[in-house]
């Protein structure tokens, strides 16, 4: 193993030089990562859930297949902010492949990684791992990046790629859906049969494309309801499919209950019919399951 020193001090690698001029861990992995909870000693893919996966590769400008050549632990005075039962380790690794990114990355590879320790007490040996890291380049730095959270480095496998892969083409797509941020209005208006009624729900986005919901109740049918993704609210609109960007933008970023002041009816069976509705939508969705992350 070389000289801790020697790695830190007269290489001053970039990331080395981050630790060194004291900046917080969040400088040096990402400002979301110090949002995440500290990921469970099991190894990551395997709890990894589709939520978590999107998270990720949305905060990464890089996904990196690498291998681990080199692993030193940094010394408790060096990483004061490390959570109890982790070491931050200084990692050197290989690039195998750049899977997404525009950014170019070199053959060589450094950056920081807290682990947990094991049974004994001893930082795990990483060495010649195959590992799926998701990152961002350090400006300037060549070589160096910082992992965008502290689950952001996944032991590589072939399933969890294959999981991975249609996210990121999903994400970079022609028709990527906008990022939903809230309910902007919400009306239920009944139609002139009994147990006839539409439901129209307009949700607010970053970019401020329109999206919206419908549900549509006939007599002697059951309530369907369906997302348009543009100006025209499309009454044939299906629901997204699970496990798809569409069902994430919804089943992670609306509220679990219509919000009051969002909903515009003003005779209470109507208001009440417009939260059923919603309701409905959300059970359709399902939960937007995490492990790894947390909403930014």
Known sequence: MRNLNEILIKSFRPVAACLLASVALAGCVGMAAAQDPVPDRGSAEMVATYADLVTLAERADLVIRARINDQ????????????????????????????????????????????????????????????????????????????????????????????????LTELVGPHVPPAVTGIKDALAVPGTLTGESETQIFLQTTDGSPVSLTVLRRPGQEPTWGVSWGEIVDSSARPPENETVRWYRLACSLPSALPSNANLARDPAARRLAETDYALVMQALGDCERALTQVS
């Open 72 to 167: 030193i632990a940094l010394p408790p005075e060096r990483a004061p902010d490390v959570a109890p039962g982790f070491a931050r380790l200084y990692i050197e690794a290989e690039t195998l492949g750049l899977i997404a990114g525009s950014v170019p990355v070199g053959e060589d590879l450094t950056y920081l990684l807290d682990v947990p320790l094991d049974q004994r007490g001893k930082v795990p040996k990483l060495k010649d791992s195959e590992v799926l890291l998701f990152a961002r380049a350090v400006p300037g730095q060549r070589g160096a990046i910082q992992l965008v959270g502290p689950a952001a480095q996944m032991s590589h496998s072939p399933a969890l790629e294959a999981r991975l892969r249609p996210i």
